[in-house]
């Protein structure tokens, strides 16, 4: 029976071939090609040696690589629902859709969630709602009293996607959209590409590679440069600071560009050679200890002419973020913001073990990053952007609920570009021209459309989330507490956020 199949090809093959003989016309030889190449196949694959199951079961068995292969998009497509979709569900992609490209994104016949099972999660309205045309808070200021060049930002930003990982297409229509709805483009780890600039503001991320803030000494190790760094740090679109510690998709590891991502232009950016795979370092060459850290922080804070210096991590040992806060506390110098990333993960590749086992989630890492600077009263000082698959003003809401003073976004902001959750940001085949360097995907993403859809989705979360905060009673989303966010933790318990966390 395993080779009924093949016993049919090569059946088959004989009998076009009598055929042909005796009818030899275009439609003959066309049949006899194809069960010809197909019984070559059957053939190869019974006498191969390096599948079993090719071997066993010849060409049926290819039948398995091709469902493997699209098994994700079968998955999306007929099996999961509006709910159960990983890692960003149908509904809240969905939403994010309506949204950018301003459609209906109201829903009718009530709610497909599960309002009594255990996790759910709700704000509560007030019997005396606000006008939210009226509602403030949607702007915060970052900078400290070490910092010259305060920036008046959205609450709603880009998170860290670099050029590299992202397409040159992408990155345009990004920060374009930044610069028409006013809020901030995190560059990512990779440095400032030309297709950064294009008005938008700027968050200059400095990783532990040092792309665009560094240079290779002579055996090739990046390190980090006071020329190279100041060159990007004081432009005029530059309007803070981020060092980067870690991330969330892989805290501790370092960075990952694949070799078929990493083109002529972008080694050049980054300082490296092309068509190889560039891995960032874990930590930062430049500092090894909290008072070589400050001391970097106020180098950086010094060399970009006193603008906002943050620091980016996933919260991982608790003992050493608090004596960092400590550190700051004692020494009174400290950075202006800090950026907790999820250890859930973004849109960097990463390995599965860090992605799913290494790094505090960014729920309790917000929290835990609160407490200490209301402890260590550093709080007043040191603003705080989350980062974790915020998507809509619920997301939004929660986390300022929780201790953030903004949000940042980044495969919100790749749906918006039109992503489909393909998932093959490393792989360079992403079919929409997001996440790839293949030219000819590239050009099918139209950067004078999706800017538009950018700011957009921006905007309209923005207002979802003072209509929101508006019908809780409150007139400034800067007053949402964490004893305004209810989960259910039992069957018949209802709990505030409040109680859970602090």
Known sequence: MRNTILSILIITTILCGVLVYFIPQTGTYILLSIAGILTLIGLRDSFQTKHSLLRAFPLVARLRWFFEEERDKIQQYFIEDNLNGTPINREKRSVVYQRAKLEKDTIPFGTQHNVYKKGYEFVKHSLFPKNHHYVKGERVIFGSDKCRQKYDSSI????????????????????????????????????????????????FQVGTGYFG?????????????????QQNATRPEVKMIEIKFSQ???PGHGGILPAKKNTPEIAKIRGVAPHVQVDSPPGHDAFSDYTEMIAFIERVRNLSEGKPVGIKFCVGNNEEIETMIKAFADANNYPDFISVDGGEGGTGAAPLEFTNYIGTPL????????????????????????????????????????????????????????????????????PVGVAT?????????????KNIRVKNYHDKTIQSVKEMVAAMGLDSIANVKANQVFRRRKDEEVVSLEKVYF
């Open 363 to 430: 729920l309790e890492g917000l929290v835990f990053v609160n407490k200490l600077l209301v402890k260590y009263r550093l709080k007043n000082q040191i603003k705080i952007i989350a980062s974790g698959k915020a998507v809509d003003a619920f997301d939004v809401v929660k986390l300022m609920a929780l201790g953030a003073d903004a949000v940042g976004m980044a495969r919100s902001f790749m749906l918006s570009l039109g992503c489909i959750q393909a998932r093959e940001c490393n792989l360079d085949t992403c």
């Open 213 to 229: 803030a560094g240079i290779s000494d002579a055996n090739g190790k990046r390190i980090f440069d006071d020329e190279a760094f």
């Open 437 to 449: 360097q293949d030219e000819d995907l590239v050009k099918a993403l139209v950067v004078e459309k």
């Open 248 to 250: 969330g998709a892989k």
């Open 156 to 203: 709603i930003n880009i998170s860290a996607m670099s050029f590299g990982s992202l397409s040159e297409n992408a990155v345009k229509a990004l920060n374009q959209g930044a610069k028409m709805g006013n809020f901030a483009h995190n560059t990512g780890e990779g440095g400032i590409s030309p297709h950064h600039l294009h008005g938008g503001d700027l968050i």
